[in-house]
């Protein structure tokens, strides 16, 4: 075994069930049973590494791929995912000596004047006709060797990709089209797009869940960590099996090995931040104040923190558990983060002065919430006083990292927004 950091990089782990069901599809597609392939799943947890197997899958084939990648939904032009896909020579029509119009222009008009975005708003049969034009040359396209057509971040894309795409899906079966369609979902959640092309017939999901200790151990060794059970279990209990955080807590393991002690991985604190800053400033101001609750957290605790009656903490407690920050707990009221690394993260962007307030709110939440019972609590009520004070102690602060995002912007004194409430 070579164990060298590209290997490491190479190294794909416990997806043998997930990559063979999609490799039997991908067949049955190039035998003309043309099918979606939804690939579902929390940031991180490998949809694209995915498409990247089936990618190389096709390439030792012989089958032409076309890859997209959505980014912004408000900033894409209409049908801008799909540019990348007809400007693809094997679609394009070069493939014939250039002797055909390319196929961008001819359905779309020019960038700045997309014909079809025009029609689109009119609704006319004009639409239709150039959705069925799409469909034939891809088709065609697909014709000699068959065709993989990528769609990544599909939850990016804008409203008419979105159409042309469920359009073409719903008459994909007798052609040797695979399309395979990565979407940034939590468990549960997913917008109307994703609910719209999951319910078609010729659509299967690939829900992907965290990797079993068994995977992990696997990372672990081609990193060049002993990997115990002890450890396994603790990357297991701190990543949920998501390869991403495995990957950098890994990587954060064995530069402790060399140099000492770190806290949390540079990488998941910049990834968390740029999260972080994607919801709302009451979500973000919730997320703070919970990552210093604990792991698992009392949503009435939290609102005793931030001063709020506990109902507002709901819209924004809903929109975290939709951006995969959080989960419900085993009780009413009760949440835990989805992943201890992720609450490490938030916790580690919050300046010194910001963690010794929060504790210090932490611990007088929880004397007056349970006054008169506190003796289950007195560890918890404990752990913040010793934290709060250690905050302000210079010789035990830790480095704290910021995170990138103006955490405390807008922010006031109480760690609530004053907007929009
Ligand atoms: N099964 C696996 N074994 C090893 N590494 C993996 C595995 N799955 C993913 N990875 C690695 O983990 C990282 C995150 O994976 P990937 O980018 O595919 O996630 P994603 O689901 O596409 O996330 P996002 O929604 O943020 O785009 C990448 O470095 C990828 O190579
Ligand atoms: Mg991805």
């Given amino acids: 075994m070579g164990g060298g950091a590209a290997d490491v990089a190479a190294l794909m782990v416990g997806r043998d069930r997930e990559l063979s069901r999609v490799t039997r599809l991908f067949d049955d597609a190039l035998a003309g049973q043309g099918r979606l392939v939804l690939c579902?799943?929390?940031?991180?947890?490998?949809?694209?590494?995915?498409?990247?197997?089936?990618?190389?899958?096709?390439?030792?084939?012989?089958?032409?791929?076309?890859?997209?990648?959505?980014?912004?939904?408000?900033?894409?032009?209409?049908?801008?995912?799909?540019?990348?896909?007809?400007?693809?020579?094997?679609?394009?029509?070069?493939a014939w000596g250039g002797s055909r119009p390319d196929l961008w222009s001819h359905v779309f008009?020019?960038?700045?004047?997309?014909?079809?975005?025009?029609?689109?708003?009119?609704?006319?049969?004009?639409?239709?006709?150039?959705?069925?034009?799409?469909?034939?040359?891809?088709?065609?396209?697909?014709?000699?060797?068959?065709?993989?057509?990528?769609?990544?971040?599909?939850?990016?894309?804008?409203?008419?990709?979105?159409?042309?795409?469920?359009?073409?899906v719903r008459q994909l079966h007798g052609t040797r089209m695979l399309v395979f369609a990565s979407y940034r979902a939590s468990p549960g959640a997913g917008d109307e797009t994703l609910l719209r092309l999951s319910a078609e017939a010729n659509a299967d999901r690939v829900d992907l869940h965290g990797l079993t200790a068994q995977a992990i151990e696997e990372l672990l060794r081609a990193a060049g960590l002993p990997a115990h059970a002890d450890q396994v279990d603790k990357v297991h209990a701190e990543t949920d099996g998501n390869p991403f955080l495995v990957r950098e807590l890994a990587r954060m393991l064995v530069e402790q090995r060399r140099h000492g002690p770190g806290s949390v991985p540079g990488r998941v604190v910049d990834a968390t931040a740029y999260r972080l800053a994607q919801v709302s400033e009451p979500a973000q101001a919730l997320l703070r104040t919970a990552a210093v609750a604990g792991n698992s957290f009392s949503a009435g605790v939290v609102a005793r923190m931030l001063g709020v009656p506990v109902l507002r903490l709901l819209g924004p407690l809903d929109e975290c558990r939709a951006a995969g920050f959080v989960v419900a707990g085993d009780h009413p009221g009760d949440y835990r983060f989805s992943h201890a690394l992720v609450r490490s993260a938030v916790a580690a962007g919050l300046s010194a002065e910001e963690q010794r307030r929060l504790h210090t709110a932490g611990a007088d939440a929880i004397e007056?919430?349970?006054?008169?019972?506190?003796?289950?609590?007195?560890?918890?009520?404990?752990?913040?006083?010793?934290?709060?004070?250690?905050?302000?102690?210079?010789?035990?602060?830790?480095?704290?990292?910021?995170?990138?995002?103006?955490p405390s912007g807008g922010v006031t004194g109480s760690g609530w927004p004053a907007p929009p409430w």
């Fill in 40 to 94: 579902t799943g929390e940031s991180g947890i490998g949809k694209t590494r995915l498409g990247e197997e089936l990618t190389a899958a096709a390439a030792a084939r012989g089958v032409p791929v076309a890859w997209a990648r959505a980014a912004d939904r408000d900033s894409s032009p209409p049908y801008g995912l799909w540019r990348p896909v007809l400007d693809e020579p094997a679609i394009r029509g070069d």
């Fill in 109 to 168: 008009g020019d960038a700045a004047r997309p014909v079809l975005a025009e029609s689109a708003d009119a609704g006319s049969a004009h639409r239709f006709a150039l959705f069925a034009e799409v469909r034939r040359r891809l088709a065609e396209a697909a014709g000699p060797a068959g065709l993989l057509l990528v769609f990544d971040d599909l939850q990016w894309a804008d409203e008419a990709s979105a159409a042309l795409l469920t359009d073409l």
């Fill in 368 to 406: 007056a919430l349970y006054e008169g019972r506190l003796r289950l609590h007195l560890a918890d009520v404990a752990r913040h006083r010793v934290e709060a004070s250690l905050a302000t102690c210079p010789v035990h602060r830790r480095p704290q990292p910021r995170l990138a995002a103006g």
